[in-house]
């Protein structure tokens, strides 16, 4: 091994990340070179300094004890989802499950556009992440057979997965992302040369029609259909995705 | 009931990871009163995804759900002004034994506080969950959503801008 591989493997070898194999070669290469060597002292230094307990901010008194009764109140604390009561009412007697649908029931009707534009702003952020990250695709295919079945049991529904290429929108493949709190379908488009992202997951909120918001240069529309929510999102023109949109939405 | 012994479970699997919650949660927020809102939020959060929760390993969990947490709450933060470093020194911690090892370890986690501080966030976060959580490629992967070979090429990147920035030989390029 030489010294331009053992850099590059450096890392993995001070996280004892490196399978039995490469953990051997590093081990016999850093003995024989003082530089790779040294580079390995400074890793283990600065994971001796970083990891100490004195960088490590501990939560003050008090915290545990707040956290347990506000949990035990089942009390949100943000500003954000506040009608803790209504549900409350409503599902007192049911189940944990029963309670969840209730929070979420009463998160649709009430504080609607602040939490859209919440996930608006998650699903731009998203957006460009999988654009700068180059992970857009975990299954890449042009094929809506190939990218449906790609979803089976990686996530707890099955998205609707369309295929608009002889109109000028061209399936590119699908991945995971997390979004809304939770594990969500990204299925990507193209046309010409922008991408698009369509988050797509269940959620119980009623039909609703298309909405759009404009964040950072990018257009993202919105809609609500059988129970799925569906978040567009490009660089492309807003006609076009419109387009785009009312396509997804008129698709079974 | 159903809901009383689920509760009771759950704090007994992911209330001990407070301490991890509230460190990530002060490290990305900056303050003490965010990283606390931050992390009840969290914890309403997580109650409510418990019952999905299959794992084996509570803290990634948690700790992801706090990671998210924060980019909400920095999303709604970042353009009202309220991103200030306050740099405040708590000697609390400090525990060697005689006076002067006291006093150079407190300066130099201060001066390691601050670099790490003065880190872009992307490379921030990938130091704190592996040099102070400890956590596996994988789990970081999961937690910062990015590929696991991401994981040690930022890794590694995080470390030599932080080494950079503890010799004092600051430049303004991040280095290949």
């Given amino acids: 091994m030489n010294c331009r591989e053992a850099q590059e493997l450096i890392h993995g070898f001070a996280d004892h990340e490196l399978d039995l194999f490469w953990n051997l070669e590093m081990e016999r290469h850093i003995l024989d070179c003082p530089s790779c060597s ?46 803790a009561h209504s549900w409350r009412v409503t599902g007192m007697a049911a189940t944990l499950a029963l309670c969840i649908v209730g929070t979420w029931q009463v998160a649709g009707t009430r504080q609607g556009s602040s939490r859209a534009e919440t996930i608006g702003q998650e699903v731009v952020a998203s957006h460009v992440r999988s654009l700068m990250a180059s992970h857009l695709t975990d299954v890449f295919s042009s094929d809506r057979h190939t990218v449906k079945p790609w979803f089976n049991g990686r996530l707890d529904f099955s998205p609707v997965v369309a295929d ?30 922008h991408v698009i992202n369509l988050f797509t997951w269940p959620t119980m909120r009623p039909n609703r029609d298309i909405r759009t918001f404009d964040r950072q240069g990018y257009h993202v529309f919105n809609w609500t259909k059988y129970h799925v929510a569906y978040w567009a999102v490009s660089d492309l023109n807003p006609e076009e995705m419109r387009n785009f949109a009312e396509m997804m939405r008129k698709t079974e | 009931m159903l809901r009383t012994t689920e509760l009771v479970r759950f704090e007994k699997i992911v209330l001990p990871h407070l301490g991890a919650a509230f460190n990530l949660a002060r490290w990305i927020t900056g303050n003490d009163h965010d990283a606390e809102d931050v992390v009840q939020e969290s914890y309403v959060r997580a109650l409510k995804f418990f019952g999905g929760f299959r794992g084996e390993n509570s803290r990634p969990w948690l700790l992801s759900i706090v990671r998210n ?33 006291i006093l150079l370890a407190a300066a130099q986690s201060q001066m390691v506080r601050k670099a790490i501080e003065e880190l872009p966030p992307e490379f921030r976060e990938v130091i704190i969950l592996r040099e102070m959580e400890d ?42």
């Fill in chain 1, 38 to 83: 040294g580079t390995h002292e400074r890793l283990r230094a600065m994971h001796a300094v970083v990891g100490g307990n004195s960088l490590y901010f501990h939560p003050p008194a008090g915290l545990e004890d707040r956290l347990r009764a506000n949990l035990r109140k089942g009390r949100r604390v943000d500003k954000v989802w506040t009608n």
């Fill in chain 2, 135 to 176: 956590l596996s490629y994988k789990e970081i992967a999961n937690i910062a959503s990015i590929p696991v070979g991401t994981v040690m090429s930022r890794l590694s990147r995080a470390r030599s801008r932080l080494q950079e920035l503890l010799s004092g030989a600051r430049t303004s390029g991040v280095g290949a």
């Fill in chain 1, 164 to 193: 608009f290429a002889d109109r000028g929108f061209v399936l590119d493949g699908g991945r995971l992302d997390y979004l809304d709190n939770r594990a969500v379908a990204a299925l990507v488009y193209h046309r010409s040369q």
């Fill in chain 2, 69 to 101: 947490t924060c980019l909400t709450w920095l999303q709604q933060n970042r353009f009202s002004g309220s991103t200030e470093l306050d740099v405040e020194i708590d000697g609390r911690e400090e525990e060697s034994e005689n006076p002067e090892s």
